[in-house]
């Protein structure tokens, strides 16, 4: 009882204990905040990665991709059963896409993705990324009139208002190309002898000096030969529609004025010539026009500055991979998203032990795919979580130091006590039971201060951006705009117990040294 | 004063009229031999001198006497003290206390000798200054109570140290921490915690020792009276030969050995 009395009392009335344990409480605090941004950080990520991602990826390897997809399919809903919500299939290539910005040519590596749009939607909620509102209902490949970017200052005008502008544009350039290889040709003729006639001809044609501006507003009229269809009109027409990840098609940048702004390069209504290789043997390089339709902001920057989806026929007709006999149709990957809570793991053996690996066929869950960027993020928490409880240990030697000091100060206390009849063992939980008594104060502090801080951590960030006048946090490195937490009860408590469990280790010894203390050594006042 | 609290102090036991009162010195009768030493023997080593500082001291206390150890500065009456109190074991030689030998107990043994069967009075009073004065006079019942068995009688310990302290006269005071109290108030409070769990025992340590004389002589008015109206067996260590001469009886001790043996008159 008289130990309770006087922990009590002791921790009451000395506050230099209580500053000892101020770094328990700042090592708590920095706990419970690391570990809620760590957690908060990779749920946010698995979440992005596993909205474009489907649960379960079976991946051809050879360059013809998998044959009869729809025996797959019928094979995986009958060993899965009821746990299959959706199957997609999916061919991807790696790609170059080459586009025109002031003259210039700018050419991107992408990964183009030939998707069905209907089951896609039902494996991967890619949609949701996407700008056009009706795009993210339904995804149709054509390019909308407008409503591109709404919510966005900066977007720039797209959809088929910019796309007849540009097609004027690019006729009366197409046109201008024209008049002048036919005013070279007819200079040419002039040179040549014993054509002297088209003299004049030349003259009239210098009489009428080509313009742009005139041209462009002569009507739209004229179509412009692109490619090999000579009737493509780009002012009516599209090709194929495509859609570019945001970071393929656009640079983001500081305003003048400090604001974050978005750069592009083309957007929605203008097209992309995209290379890529065919299925055949030996691969050939095919290139064709794509009409960018929408374009696709996940923040996951990985994903942004490479992918570039397209209908899944015409990927497959391009690439050869529809096999002009039987019709069967062939592709790179079958997407499968499971019921939630499914067990991913399960699934895939059982699939696994189905299409063995030697039919060049790869069975992974979307966390095996991503596993290395998965396991660092683990990997950092982990390593930050041993370093803090270092702190933790190191703030233990501080409690250690200043409990010695109280014992030696508490020297003739001690004395009476034993004198009183105050077994040795009784002594020891006095400090004991201090040193718990500081250590839940200080990691009930901490954990209190923590959880406040990660409450209003963007404030905190907000706060120190106007202080420092530095970014704190970066929205153009970060995927995600602010910081996000995740308070995980669990781990809270283990940090709690860690930091209790320290600061009584660190009784332990100046508890002993009272406990071994002789009444009468201590109570000798000469 | 209160006085109304004759059994307050020890609990009602057989006391016979102390035979041993008037005899010559050194003829005490057995039975009424409450603490007994016989050649004790204790030395001290700092580093490597040895300092021996009792070389066989015998001594005897009887039953409700008061009895003064008298010596100078390092003549071991202090550690004496101590040996008697188990505070300390001798190097050799024996303690008795009712006929049983309490110096070889185990350590358990002792501790619980101390809290239930000793009080002790010191010169520097020893309160615990975290607590109140009657958190202090309850810190004997506190040691010798787990927290359930505490919770259970806590009303009549707490009721028994506010009596105590009212019988020291200290009943408007028991809030007070001991930075708050006078040295003779601390040493009444000390007092009060040293009769708290009902000890057959009392010993003090020079008690008036770091007291100007009028409060001394307070304090040794009051042990007097504890040894006269509650038969308090008393051993009193002091240097002050009036004090001494107030005892019923005084060992003298030099260098570590008994020199005289005193037994005055009741």
């Known amino acids: 009882m008289y130990r309770w009395l006087l922990c009590w009392r002791y921790l009451r009335t000395r506050w230099i204990a209580l500053a000892s344990v101020v770094s328990v409480t700042l090592g708590v605090a920095t706990l419970v905040i690391v570990n809620s941004v760590m957690d908060g950080f990779s749920a946010e990520m698995q979440q992005k990665m596993h909205g474009i991602l489907s649960d379960i990826i079976i991946e051809g390897h050879s360059a013809g991709g998998i044959p009869n997809p729809e025996w797959y399919e019928s094979e995986i809903r009958q060993a899965l059963g009821d746990e299959v919500v959706g199957v997609t299939t999916v061919v991807h290539v790696p790609a170059m896409g080459s586009f025109q910005f002031r003259g210039q040519t700018i050419t991107r590596q992408i990964n183009i993705i030939g998707i069905d749009t209907e089951t896609y939607a039902e494996v991967s909620d890619f949609r949701r990324f996407l700008l056009h509102p009706e795009n993210q209902r339904l995804l149709s490949f054509q390019l909308h009139e407008t409503g591109y970017g709404e919510g966005r200052d900066d977007f720039p005008e797209s959809g088929w ?23 070279e040709a007819k200079l040419r003729q002039s040179n040549s002898p014993g054509l002297p006639s088209l003299r004049s001809d030349v003259a009239a044609l210098a009489n009428a000096p080509p313009s ?8 739209p009229s004229i179509g412009a030969p692109v490619g090999n269809n000579q009737l493509f009109d780009a002012e009516k027409e599209q090709h194929a529609g495509i859609v570019l990840g945001i970071g393929i098609c656009s640079v983001r940048g500081t305003k003048p004025d400090g604001t974050l702004t978005d750069y592009f390069y083309v957007r929605p209504g203008d097209d992309i010539q995209v290379g890529l290789l065919s299925a055949s043997s030996p691969p050939r390089i095919l290139s064709e026009k794509f009409t960018i339709v929408d374009l696709y902001e996940s923040k996951m920057s990985e994903y942004d500055s490479t992918f ?38 399960a699934a895939r053996d059982i699939l696994q032990s189905k299409f063995p690996s ?9 966390k095996d795919l991503q596993g290395p960027l998965l396991a660092a993020v683990k990997m950092e928490t982990t390593i930050l979580n041993i370093l803090l409880f270092l702190i933790i240990a190191v ?37 004991l039971g201090y040193g718990l008594l500081l250590g839940a104060v200080g990691s009930g502090v901490g954990t209190i201060g923590g959880l406040l801080f990660v409450n209003y951590i963007n404030e905190i960030a907000d706060l120190l951006e106007v202080i420092t006048g530095g970014e704190v946090f970066d929205p153009k490195i970060y995927y995600f705009e602010r910081i996000p937490t995740i308070v995980d009860p669990m781990s809270i408590v283990m940090v709690m117990l860690g930091a209790i469990l320290i600061a009584v280790m660190a009784s332990v010894l100046p508890a002993l040294r009272a406990a071994r203390l002789r009444p009468v050594e201590s109570l000798r006042y000469e | 004063m209160k006085t109304d609290s004759s059994n307050l102090v020890s609990k009602p036991r057989v006391v016979g009229k102390p035979s041993g009162v008037g005899k010559p010195s050194g003829v005490v009768s057995q039975e009424t031999v409450l603490i007994s030493a016989k050649n004790l023997t204790k030395t001290y080593r700092t580093g490597k001198v040895e300092v021996p500082v009792l070389k066989g001291v015998d001594f005897v206390a009887e039953q409700n006497r008061l009895t003064a150890i008298i010596g100078q500065s390092g003549s071991g009456k202090s550690t004496l003290l101590h040996l008697l109190g188990t ?7 024996e303690v008795y206390f009712d006929g049983r030998r309490i110096d070889n107990l185990a350590r358990r043994h002792r501790d619980q000798f101390r809290n239930q069967t000793l009080g002790m009075i010191f010169q520097f009073y020893h309160l615990l200054p975290e607590l109140s004065a009657l958190e202090n006079v309850l810190t004997p019942s506190l040691i010798g109570h787990g ?8 009303k009549k310990l707490r009721s028994r140290a506010a009596e105590l302290l009212d019988w020291v006269g200290l009943g408007h005071r028991i809030h007070h921490r001991p930075n708050e109290l006078s040295g003779g108030e601390m040493q009444r409070t000390a007092i009060a915690r040293a009769l708290m769990n009902e000890p057959r025992i009392l010993l003090a340590d020079e008690p008036t020792g770091n007291l100007d004389p009028e409060t001394g002589h307070g304090i040794l008015e009051l042990l007097k009276k504890l040894n006269q109206q509650q038969q308090m067996t008393i051993i009193m260590v002091t240097h002050d030969e009036t004090i001494a001469r107030s005892a019923d009886c005084c060992v003298r001790l030099q260098s570590g050995r008994v020199q005289q043996v005193h037994q005055y008159a009741a």
């Open chain 1, 308 to 345: 570039a989806f397209v209908p899944i026929e015409k990927l497959q007709q391009m690439r050869g991979m529809i096999d002009p006999s039987t019709g069967l149709k062939s592709v790179s990957s079958i997407q499968i998203k499971l019921r939630e809570n499914a067990d991913l793991d």
């Open chain 2, 147 to 154: 927290i359930l068995q505490y919770y259970s009688v806590r």
């Open chain 1, 161 to 183: 208002g910019h796309r007849r502008r540009w097609a004027v544009i690019q006729k009366a350039i197409e046109q201008e190309r024209q008049l002048r290889e036919a005013y």
């Open chain 2, 87 to 93: 505070l300390d074991q001798p190097d050799s030689g």
């Open chain 1, 358 to 366: 030697d039919m060049m066929i790869q069975v992974s869950t979307w």
């Open chain 1, 212 to 219: 742009i501006g005139a041209q462009a507003t002569a009507g």
């Open chain 1, 395 to 431: 703030a233990g030697f501080g409690i250690l130091a200043t409990f010695f000091m109280i014992v030696v100060e508490k020297t003739r206390d001690i004395g009476v006590l034993k004198s009183l009849g105050a077994p040795s063992s009784g002594v020891a939980s006095i400090f």
